[in-house]
């Protein structure tokens, strides 16, 4: 139990378009979901934390226009990477939570390989 | 100073050596400890979680938290090729708090 499933594995876009990753929930409801960034060989960034039904809250130092995160059900959270640039390439991964359901607490996908050109 | 300190170094081990990490931390309200495993370009897996002071263990791995000093570990008994993996702490204050992550430590099992 307990996977979240996140699409796009990869994606190649170019720049100044638009790029949308979504992360559900399989088998259980996510009341919270995480956004992560991940550089090479550095650890993961949060980005911006979202609860299903209200707006998320950004990171200090994430632009929220640029980032659109939205969590309009209990299973999926999307996150849309708008006017794409070269320098947002990076590893975007989810996180789920839900408090109580499994050991730990939280679920992470397997994560987007973005690459602006 | 950070939430989490991860010495980020690789750490290089032959097959059947015993990995050592470890993070410290500073913020007190911490109260669950969880140790992660990150394949290359995969999202992290978890392998331990804790939420007292003590040893917890899983088979090859035991997880050890010191809150009176602010210091978790994690060890790798028999340490296999398929244990080379970035291993990387991390605590939350529970509830659906962040998750606040240490840098991580790339290790390698050689065989």
């Known amino acids: 139990g307990a996977v979240v499933s996140q699409h796009p594995s990869r994606v190649i876009c170019k720049s100044g378009t638009s790029v949308k990753i979504e992360c559900r929930s399989l088998?259980?409801?996510?009341?919270?979901m995480f956004w992560y960034r991940q550089f090479p060989k550095q650890s993961l960034m949060l980005m911006a934390t979202s609860n299903e039904g209200s707006k998320a809250t950004y990171e200090q130092g994430v632009e929220k226009d640029k980032f659109l995160i939205n969590h309009a059900s209990l299973t999926l959270s999307t996150l849309t990477v708008t006017s794409a640039h070269p320098e947002d390439s990076s590893f975007y991964i989810c996180?789920?939570?839900?408090?109580?359901?499994?050991?730990?607490?939280?679920?992470f996908g397997s994560g987007t390989r973005l690459t602006v050109v | 100073q950070k939430e989490v300190e991860q010495d980020p170094g690789p750490l290089s081990v032959p097959e059947g050596a015993i990995v050592s990490l470890n993070c410290t931390y500073s913020n007190s309200a911490f109260q669950y400890f969880m140790w992660y495993r990150q394949y290359s370009r995969k999202g992290p897996e978890l392998l331990m979680y804790?939420?007292?002071?003590g040893n917890k263990e899983d088979g090859r791995f035991t997880a050890q938290v010191d809150k009176s000093s602010k210091y978790i570990s994690l060890f790798i008994r028999d340490s296999q090729p398929s244990d080379s993996a970035t291993y990387l702490c991390a605590m939350s204050e529970g509830g659906n708090n962040r998750l606040a992550f240490g840098k991580g430590n790339q290790v390698v099992v050689i065989p």
């Open positions: 804790t939420y007292s002071s």
């Open positions: 088998d259980f409801q996510a009341t919270t």
């Open positions: 996180s789920a939570s839900s408090a109580g359901v499994m050991v730990g607490g939280y679920t």
